[in-house]
């Protein structure tokens, strides 16, 4: 199998809960517990862990200017993650895409692993399992589904009984599907592949027209016959920290991180 790593798109600009004082990605939302006493835990933190525990022992950081926070905080992630962290600088300020685009020149040979650094989902070893069907099966990308009550801030997947996605349901109010996807890995084939789609959204003026999403780029891939598949995690779940709501949640008290 080719090495293994991970991509982090850490370029939003946290509209939804308004101004904050760092990076969101370094929102402090639980202790940690060292030797030397507690100290705060950032949300960014969890998704590093998950990589870690995976094997992923190399990851790619995608930042906007002015996110000098992050690579401050993280560092080259050897002494707080026992992970080697790199830094790339976002281009396309047209969306997650574009975004994740960026490393392509960097991980065209790898297996890729995404995770949302704003994002704290589990189970904690949901790339293991992740991993482990992309090395049985024959998939180009294979997303971790945990259930989602919330439709119209998620990509919801419709997928056969094998556990192959039909079709991506993007953001809508009104849906029968129950789960959305959180973390994915992927093959060479379809790095190149969203290279290609968003070259072709950017000429055809596409990307100026409307934000795409990562999964307008999956539904692609399923269009042009790309192996979609899938683990799906029922007793899993998620918590977006530039959700308004579920930032309150965490402060209540109502989500054990």
Known sequence: MAEIVGIVPAAGQATRISRLPFSKELYPIALRRRESGACPKVVAHYLFEHMRQAGIRKAYVVLREGK???PAYFNDGTALLDMHLAYLMMREPFGSPFTLDQARPFVREAIVALGFPDIVFWPDDIFVHMIARHAQSDADVVLGLVPCDRPHTADMIEIEG????????????ETSLRYTWVAAVWTPKFTQLMHDYLDEAIRSGEATRRELFVGDVMQAAIDRG????????????????????????????????
């Open 68 to 70: 000098w926070d992050i």
């Open 162 to 173: 094998t556990g192959r996605v039909r079709r991506f349901v993007i953001k809508q109010h």
């Open 226 to 257: 790309m192996h979609v598949d899938t683990v799906t995690f029922s007793d899993g779940g998620y918590v977006d920290i530039g959700s308004p709501e579920m930032l309150e949640r965490i402060h209540r008290g109502e989500l054990a991180l």
